[in-house]
């Protein structure tokens, strides 16, 4: 036979073997019982002689590792995991201060495992992060403003807007924010001017359930007084103190509950208000800009005079941001509002090197997750969609129904019949056969009451999927012996 043919005999007959191995036969045997390694063995094959019984690799941390209910070590899906009843949830949905896609402005997402939601600034662009990571928008009712520039509450007006349209009638939109030094400067201002903006809009969609919606509560507090409580609820706490960011009225803010403690400093320079009143805590995060001054004004087209300029009298330098960091002494230090590029990051990391030497994470590009108990932390990045559809809206069904409110305009009274005339007939455009059965009035007198068995399982199930879980997590911090 020639060596081809040859070759091509012994394939076939190792096929024909593998066939026949692979082909059931009957019962299986379970494998044989073997004699145990002895223990000594076992331990050094998995523990490798290490003290402690785990494996301590390379420069991590202890108590940096994920925790055991996490689907993916690597990554974080949206709608995948739930926060546990011990458990603090923080998402990056917005990490830069000039947006591009990417990054959006800044704004921090803080889940608690008592089923608490709070929102650290709002910056323009976040909302969309916040669609992507499956969090309905009549979800975000707690809204703490470091500081007004837009860059970190942009995206208020929409939040307003259409977290009530979208079922945020039964809740007031809360905003925290610090005062000015004088009135026309403060939190309050702010809110009264953002209504007159949205006077056309509110109207328009008046012709929508409202309810609470429209009811902005402001929670202006004095910007002087430092370690003031400005949020005692459900077990949690937020104290606020001041950020020297150029102007009076910049604040930075301390949220501790279950013993776990986050920190958002907002914008400004390095401080020693910051080394007092974010000491210990698990989480502090800040923002800072690297010494890269000549550099960026190349890539980002910012003469270096003004770059300069704006770091001196407005942001904390990477080298100040380690040195604070050391006096804090958090679990994990985290840095955000700021570009994330590669020219920048690894000269970042020097320049926080130089003074903080415990865990760091970048709390960007946008997505970035960390999920903190008692006993670790672990920092991934979330993978968003880009082309995500909005969470249906979440609603307490604890008593039995729900209630939608009944609108308060009807077309008729802020539109003149004109302009309705001039409507083209539907059975011009619809095709022969179909036509829907039109909506254009609303279909009850009153407020519409649906008890929760009347609703569609699927509607059931998405919208009061929110309350379930809070009232399955006040059970278990019960239990534990903890107060809600």
């Known amino acids: 036979m020639q060596p081809a043919a040859i070759r091509g005999f012994v394939c076939l007959v190792i096929l024909i073997a593998g066939a026949l191995w692979l082909a059931p036969a009957g019962e299986a045997e379970p494998p044989p019982v073997q004699t145990p390694s002895s223990e000594d063995q076992i331990r050094s094959a998995l523990f490798g002689g290490v003290p402690m019984d785990r494996w301590k690799e390379g420069l991590l941390f202890e108590g940096i590792r994920p925790q055991p209910w996490l689907q993916s070590a690597a990554n974080w899906f949206p ?7 011990n458990e603090m949830r923080i998402t990056f949905m917005g990490s830069a201060p000039m947006i591009r896609p ?70 007031n939109l809360e905003v925290f924010g610090p005062s ?10 702010m809110v009264e001017g953002m209504k007159m903006m949205t006077n056309w809009h509110r109207d328009a969609f008046d012709v929508f359930p409202v309810g609470k919606g429209w009811d902005v509560k402001v929670h202006e507090f004095d910007f002087r007084d430092n370690g003031g409580l400005v949020y005692d609820r459900n077990g949690v706490k937020v104290i606020h103190w001041q950020r020297s960011h150029a102007k009076d009225g910049a604040s930075a803010y301390r949220l501790d509950w279950n013993g ?17 009143y974010a000491k210990g805590c698990d989480v502090y995060v800040t923002e800072l800009q690297p010494e890269v001054v000549e550099i ?24 100040a941001a380690g040195y604070v960091a050391n006096q804090v002494q958090p679990r994990i230090f985290m840095t955000t509002h700021m570009n994330f590029d590669p020219f920048l990051n690894e000269e970042t990391v020097a320049e926080v090197r130089e003074h903080w030497k415990g865990p760091f994470h970048f709390g960007a590009p946008d997505g970035i997750v960390v999920n903190v108990t008692k006993e670790s932390i672990w920092v991934r990045e979330g993978i968003l969609p880009d082309y995500p559809n909005s969470r249906a809206p979440q609603f307490d069904l604890t008593n039995g129904q729900l209630i939608v409110p009944h609108p308060r305009n009807d077309r008729a009274d802020i539109q003149e019949p004109f302009v309705r005339e001039q409507q083209i007939d539907p ?6 056969g179909y036509h829907p059965e039109l909506l254009e009035e609303w279909p009850v007198p009153g407020d519409l009451v649906i008890p929760v068995e009347a609703l569609p399982e699927n509607l059931k199930e998405s919208m009061g999927a929110e309350w379930r879980l809070r009232e399955k997590n006040r059970r278990a911090l019960e239990a534990q012996g903890d107060k809600p």
């Open 260 to 276: 776990l403690c986050f920190v958002w400093t907002g914008d400004g320079r390095p401080s020693k208000l910051d080394a007092k």
């Open 79 to 85: 709608g995948t995991e739930e926060v546990q009843p």
């Open 102 to 171: 990417g990054q959006m402005n800044t704004s921090i997402f803080v889940e608690l495992g008592n089923g608490d939601k709070f929102v650290f600034d709002i910056g323009e662009g976040s909302v969309a992060n916040y669609v992507a990571a499956r969090v309905a928008l009549n979800e975000l009712k707690r809204v703490f403003i470091t500081h007004l520039h837009v860059d970190h509450f942009g995206a208020l007006p929409y939040v307003w807007m259409f977290g009530t349209w979208a079922g945020g009638w039964h809740e």
């Open 427 to 432: 059975k011009e455009y619809y095709p022969e």
């Open 296 to 319: 960026n004004s190349g890539v980002q087209g910012v003469p270096p005079f003004l770059g300069r300029y704006t770091i001196d009298t407005h942001h904390t330098p990477a080298y």
């Open 180 to 189: 000015g030094r004088t009135p026309e400067y403060g939190t309050a201002k």
